[in-house]
T-cell receptor, first 114, second 115 residues
Framework: DQQVKQNSPSLSVQEGRISILNCDYT??????FLWYKKYPAEGPTFLIS?????DKNEDGRFTVFLNKSAKHLSLHIVPSQPGDSAVYFC?????????????FGTGTRLTVIP | DGGITQSPKYLFRKEGQNVTLSCEQN?????MYWYRQDPGQGLRLIYY???????QKGDIAEGYSVSREKKESFPLTVTSAQKNPTAFYLC??????????????FGPGTRLTVT
């Protein structure tokens, strides 16, 4: 049972435009969300996170938005650059349960076209 | 230079053989994790350890075993009981609950091929 879902397996965007990657979750106990970026044959690298007490977190070109009522979060990359081409994973954690395990989505492959 | 190392990068084994994947971290993190990634799928948790000499099963622990004798090391053994062992294996670590941090930091991965 996939508790974190990324329904778009791939996304193509022109360089300089906005990339929007989406993620949905089903477990209402999730209260901390993370985005990771992964290149082929490498480990994922942490990008940005957001706590459920916030609805937006920004770090440079990356912004994560959280809509708790819809159980939905999104990652915005503006402007998109060719080096952003990678697989992006959404992950969630239920800190309030005392656990720090992460539940990952299946990933979205972003291709930024020069 | 702090980080997580996994060795080897590529590993080939014959069916029926046990194989141990190495994971070492020098980040002084309490918690360590093992995931596997298959094509088109997300990362699935195999085992995790919050502290030395303690570990817990994840979602897909069958056919795997781990040990945590030292804080910096968390080796994973893929046994012959694992039905589909060919995959990309990722080790991760985090500060742990006491540190209040939930970001996990990943190693470069080991691609295991069993024929």
């Amino acid at each position: 049972d996939q508790q974190v879902k990324q329904n778009s397996p791939s996304l193509s965007v022109q360089e300089g435009r906005i990339s929007i990657l989406n993620c949905d979750y089903t477990n209402s106990m999730f209260d901390y969300f993370l985005w990771y970026k992964k290149y082929p044959a490498e480990g994922p690298t942490f990008l940005i996170s957001i706590s459920s007490i916030k609805d937006k977190n920004e770090d440079g070109r990356f912004t994560v938005f959280l809509n708790k009522s819809a159980k939905h979060l999104s990652l915005h990359i503006v402007p998109s650059q060719p080096g952003d081409s990678a697989v992006y994973f959404c992950a969630a954690s239920a800190r309030q349960t005392g656990a720090n395990n992460l539940f990952f989505g299946t990933g979205t492959r972003l291709t930024v076209i020069p | 230079d702090g980080g997580i190392t996994q060795s080897p990068k590529y590993l080939f084994r014959k069916e029926g053989q046990n194989v141990t994947l190495s994971c070492e971290q020098n980040l002084n993190h309490d918690a360590m994790y093992w995931y596997r990634q298959d094509p088109g799928q997300g990362l699935r948790l195999i085992y995790y350890s919050q502290i030395v000499n303690d570990f817990q099963k994840g979602d897909i622990a069958e056919g795997y075993s781990v040990s945590r004798e030292k804080k910096e090391s968390f080796p994973l053994t893929v046994t012959s009981a694992q039905k589909n062992p060919t995959a990309f294996y990722l080790c991760a670590s985090s500060i742990g609950l006491a540190g209040g941090s939930y970001e996990q930091y990943f190693g470069p991965g080991t691609r295991l091929t069993v024929t």
